[in-house]
């Protein structure tokens, strides 16, 4: 059972980046395909960003071009860096990891990023 823990999150202002952190102990990332989501108050949970285990990347709509997502095997850490943010990227983001076997899905606690003047 991977335990996944997020850091990085604060309050900048639009325009401005952020990097997040999921640093996962007890397992390796390297058996998973690593997600970032968000949530904002009275939304769902959506996906903003994955990289999977075969190396490949994908990114929402909304945050192509500006998020970018990697990972350092050997640190077992994922890294969100965020540029060109807007207040619409509001939201609790979570790190969260899908297991290649069995799919199971794990999560983060969350950390919180808001863009605001």
């Known amino acids: 059972q991977v335990q996944l823990v997020e850091s990085g999150g604060g309050l900048v202002q639009p325009g401005g980046s952020l990097t997040l952190s999921c640093v996962a102990s007890r397992s390796s990332i390297g058996a998973y395909d690593m997600k970032w989501y968000r949530q904002s108050p009275g939304k769902q949970r959506d996906v903003v960003a994955t990289?999977?285990?075969?190396?490949?990347?994908n990114y929402a709509d909304t945050v192509k071009g500006r998020f970018t997502i990697s990972r350092d095997n050997s640190k077992n850490t994922v890294y969100l860096q965020m540029n060109s943010l807007k207040p619409e990227d509001t939201a609790v983001y979570y790190c969260?990891?899908?297991?290649?076997?069995?799919?199971?899905?794990?999560w983060g606690q969350g950390t919180q990023v808001t863009v605001s003047s």
């Open positions: 969260g990891a899908v297991h290649f076997v069995t799919k199971a899905m794990y």
């Open positions: 990289f999977t285990r075969g190396g490949t990347t």
